[in-house]
């Protein structure tokens, strides 16, 4: 019986060489959108081993990628940043991203290029103290295209540290002026 189970896990072997590896997953994406006429940069954590070669667009009409740069986490992923620019006539809607690496593609993820946009200017912190878990900050906000809710989402990335950090909070709304609460890096446990 050893004998049989070992001929057949040998007649198995080649079977097991050629076969196709899992798509690669996106560990996470940040920005979900790509603002028309603007260069964006978009951040993708991605496993490591596995090199990027291409970002593929569909539609691909008026995205362009420009730069590519990587920072490893030493986490078993890799850090991606590219520079995408985005024409100002391209076609607002979503659009499918797979990345093609060195041992095969992504599942694809979405992005979306909006039709507006809200305007937002003059970001500061209001209040940062060592000893606070969060960090207080306010910027200017309009939306010519429509119209705040009470608590919006506000998206932010720290990159101020050994790993960046990426998140997301409900601001408040205080006339032209958005206010948020994020965690304060200084808090952030690198070591798990």
């Not at 539609?59 to 590519?68: F, Q, Y």
């Not at 979503?94 to 599942?107: F, H, K, Y």
């Not at 998206?155 to 948020?180: H, N, T, Y």
Request: charged share 15%; net charge positive; proline share 9%.
């Amino acid at each position: 019986m050893k004998h049989l189970l070992t001929t057949i896990g040998l007649l198995l072997l080649p079977l097991a060489v050629y076969a196709q590896e899992a798509p690669g997953v996106v560990g996470s994406i940040y920005p979900t959108q790509l603002v028309r006429g603007q260069s964006n940069v978009l951040h993708l954590a991605l496993g490591r081993n596995n090199p990027v070669k291409a970002l593929e667009f569909t539609p691909a009409d008026g995205i362009t990628v420009t730069r590519t740069d990587s920072r490893d986490l030493n986490q078993g992923s890799v850090w991606w940043e590219f520079t995408v620019n985005v024409a100002p006539n391209a076609a607002p809607g979503p659009r499918q991203l797979v990345v093609v690496q060195e041992r095969g593609r992504t599942a694809p993820a979405t992005l979306t290029i909006p039709d507006h946009l809200p305007a937002l200017s003059n970001l500061r912190v209001a209040a940062a103290q060592v000893n606070r878990p969060t960090v207080d900050v306010q910027v200017n906000a309009s939306n010519p295209g429509g119209k705040f809710n009470d608590a919006p989402y506000i998206w932010f990335l720290l990159s101020c540290g050994p790993q960046p950090e990426m998140g997301v909070v409900r601001g408040k709304v205080d006339g032209a002026m958005i206010r948020a609460s994020i965690p304060n890096p200084l808090t952030f446990d690198f070591t798990s």
